[in-house]
């Protein structure tokens, strides 16, 4: 089972590599991830999507735990309802053949034209993660030259907060 | 008005702090970018330091002082390859969960990246095997720095931490305050036992039928042993140790099951595997005691107390499930416990009868031969003549589990041995470490010939500070373990097994100016022993035991661990 799970560190020289290293030395895998200072800057918030069952997860959430710069862990998809949001951007062939379509699929998911020259458009789409999965799926058969998706960010609903 | 601290170098700061910390040894070498540094420990002339022979060396010294005294355990080499070589040492220290400080030396900040001469990233080559580390940026920083390497290497679960020193860092200067305390808001290592959780453990001890105390090193680092005594004693339950937990409860005692797992006792393997409920005690569960996992204690329920949460149902699934330290939790079951009114002296009697059988079927034992030595033999005789007083060190291989086997140990933190990693080398720097922290007892390195020769260097090291190790060699002339298991698993065939050449132990030891001794007869070996004892100065015995003799019982590896091989 996928799992969302974000973490608190200190914004130290490092930490990055400590936690991309336990994941690596002990198998479990990423498939996303992604960091950005708080509002406290002494401190960086992280969300890492996994996959694995819950054994697993659970051991990856207490390895997290164990590591000395960590300060907080939340497993989002065990513990707590949540909101989770990507962006990304998409880079397409603009012929005047596919332009409408190209215009059309992006109202249809709510998404921006952020950069256009002669021959592409580069859209924005922000939603869930499979809102922007689909979105690409949607777009590709129009002829995708790149694509940059930000990982998935996640944050628990109601008052509760990471910290 | 407040006194304003004075402003040193990071070198005066590096050498106060430890002082202020205590620090009363550091194993080290030196080298380019750490000289400022031992310029201020030659002014100093404190902390006392011991000149190694190689890095490795300094690592295990300082891990030998750490399992020995309990204390933190200190090594200082010099950037690039004095940093390279501690790293078999660092990962030593890291799967026992040993609490030791390593500094390396650094290239100046400002040419970190450059590939500058003798630059090597130490922090993040040891990353997977330090508890934490440090790269100090900033002179300011190394007082709190040094506060907190010690405070995280000796709270928790233990470990090693790496702290790494750039040249700049040591010659700048700074103002010096040392903290009175240290807070990290990412790090509460101080976890007690939670009160639902001891009752539902004492409630399993009061139902249980076939108890079984299953104790690790945790129970070493939580200087705890008393505790165990008194739990193992009130409620009759059985103690088998792992490889780590040795000394943790006397080998002589009647509720003593001698070690478990791939060569464990028979008893203790044959309890583990019919017990109802299995205590582990600050063990781990690691695949060479639980052999086959799916059968590993399967009719048991399992509790598991141990300080360190990931180890907690990581291999085998746990019922009841305490994080906790663990003299605090036993102290807590123990309190409840007094409180149950369990006839604990027969309600398991049974159980107990039921041990004995299985003791008086199958005795650790050996075929003694009249004019072979016996390696188990030179451990009896080692045992004998010590009177298990002193403290004990191995290498790794037949000689480690001949030892563990044969030993009889009173005390924790008197059988120091390489059990996660197994180091090969380990034995001899340890025995050092520990004999620098004790200088008047008797310290022993029961070694294998191929393992003495990993660090054999470190007898300059034991001669000049007339540090009185005694190193038995149970000289077979292969890497026997290794040859055992082609033996039984690979049809006989010694691949490059055979160490068809070996020095001249005895004067290798001589050209050192140690003693050497070399043993041919079973009668020699007591008295060879007690020559060395008497001598109190380095010396290596070279024992040359039964070449195939093979170390019994034995679990294949991946068997389940009632499938022993006796013989
Ligand atoms: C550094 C290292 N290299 C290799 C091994 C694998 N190994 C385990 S036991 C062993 C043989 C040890 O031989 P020796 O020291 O003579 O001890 P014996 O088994 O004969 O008592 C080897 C090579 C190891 N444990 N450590």
């Known amino acids: ?137 949607m777009v590709k058969p129009l002829g995708v030259i790149e694509i940059a998706r930000s990982g998935k960010i996640a944050m628990s609903r109601g008052k509760k907060s990471l910290g | 008005m407040k006194e304003e601290a004075k402003e040193l170098t990071g070198a005066q700061i590096f050498v106060e702090s430890l002082l202020k910390l205590k620090v009363d040894l550091i194993f080290g070498y030196p080298g380019g970018v750490v000289l400022p540094l031992y310029d201020e420990l030659f002014k100093y002339q404190k902390p006392r330091h011991i000149l190694v022979r190689h890095e490795q060396g300094a690592v295990h010294m300082a891990d030998g002082y750490a399992r020995s005294t309990g204390r933190v355990g200190v090594a200082l080499v010099t950037s690039g390859p004095g940093a390279t070589n501690t790293v078999t040492g660092i990962a030593t220290a890291y799967m026992d969960s040993i609490p030791i400080v390593v500094f390396t030396g650094q290239v100046p900040t400002h040419m970190i990246g450059n590939d500058a001469f003798q630059e090597a990233d130490i922090v993040g080559i040891t990353r997977p095997c330090v508890k934490h580390s440090y790269l100090v940026r900033d002179t300011k920083d190394l007082a709190q720095t040094i506060a907190e390497a010690f405070y995280i290497a000796a709270s928790g679960k233990q470990g090693p931490v790496l702290v790494d020193l750039p040249k700049d860092v040591l010659v700048n200067q700074a103002k010096f305050t040392f903290p009175e305390s240290v807070e990290l808001r990412s790090y509460k290592p101080n976890v007690s036992a939670h009160v639902k959780q001891i009752e539902r453990l004492a409630d399993a001890l009061e139902e249980s039928k076939r108890p079984v105390l299953y104790v690790g090193g945790g129970m070493i680092s939580a200087n705890a042993a008393d505790e165990l005594k008194k739990l193992s004693h009130h409620t009759h339950a059985p103690v088998t140790e792992t490889l780590m937990g040795l000394g943790s409860f006397p080998t002589a005692d009647p509720l003593q099951l001698g070690m478990l797992g791939m060569h464990g006792t028979y008893r203790a393997n044959m309890a583990v595997s019919h017990c109802d409920l299995l205590v582990a005690l600050g063990a781990r569960f690691d695949d060479r005691v639980t052999g086959k996992i799916d059968e590993f204690a399967p009719h048991a329920k399992k509790a598991h107390v141990d300080i360190d949460p990931t180890s907690i149902s990581k291999n085998v699934k746990v019922d009841i499930p305490v994080v906790s330290d663990l003299k605090d939790a036993l102290k807590k079951l123990n309190t409840e416990i007094a409180k149950r009114k369990a006839d604990w002296r027969h309600k398991h009697e049974d159980w107990l ?215």
């Open chain 2, 353 to 567: 009868a039921q041990i004995a059988e299985w003791k008086a079927a199958n005795k650790m034992r050996y075929q003694p031969k009249k004019n072979i030595i016996k390696p188990q033999f030179v451990v009896e005789e080692i045992d004998r003549i010590t009177g298990g007083d002193a403290i004990f060190t191995t290498e790794v291989g037949q000689n480690q589990m001949w030892a563990a086997q044969f030993l009889k140990l009173n005390r924790p933190r008197t059988f120091l041995t390489s059990g996660g990693l197994g180091t090969m080398g380990y034995g001899f720097p340890a025995a050092i470490g520990a004999q620098a922290a004790f200088p008047d007892k008797i310290v022993i390195d029961i070694a294998g010939d191929a393992s003495i020769q990993m660090n054999i260097q470190e007898l300059g090291t034991a001669m000049q500070y007339r540090l009185p190790v005694i190193v038995v060699i149970l000289n077979n002339g292969f890497l026997g373990m290794v040859r055992q298991w082609q033996q039984l698993f690979h049809g006989r065939r010694y691949a490059y097994s055979c160490t068809e050449f070996q020095p001249d132990f005895v004067k290798l030891a001589e050209s050192y100016g140690a003693l050497g001794l070399r043993v041919e007869k079973p009668e020699e070996v007591g008295p060879s022993l007690e020559r060395a004892i008497a001598a109190r100065k380095p010396t290596l015995i070279d024992c040359v035991v039964d070449r195939e003799e093979n170390v019994y019982p034995m679990v294949p590896a991946g068997a389940p661990i009632t499938k022993m091989l006796l013989a």
């Open chain 1, 1 to 137: 089972m996928r799992h969302t799970i974000s973490v608190l560190v200190e914004n130290k020289f490092g930490v990055l590599s400590r936690i991309a290293g336990l994941f690596s030395g002990r198998g479990f895998n990423i498939e996303s991830l992604s960091v950005a200072p708080t509002l406290d800057s002494s401190t960086s918030r992280m969300t890492i999507v996994t996959r694995g069952d819950d054994d697993i997860v659970e051991q990856i959430t207490k390895q997290l735990n164990k590591l000395i710069d960590v300060i907080k862990v939340v497993d989002f998809t065990r513990d707590e309802e949540f909101v989770e949001r990507e962006i990304v951007l998409v880079k397409l062939n603009a012929e005047p053949s596919n332009r409408a379509e190209i215009l059309r699929m992006t109202e249809i998911f709510r998404g921006k034209v952020v950069d256009v020259s002669a021959r592409t458009y580069t859209i924005e789409v922000t939603g869930t993660e499979g809102k922007v999965g689909a979105f690409i799926e």
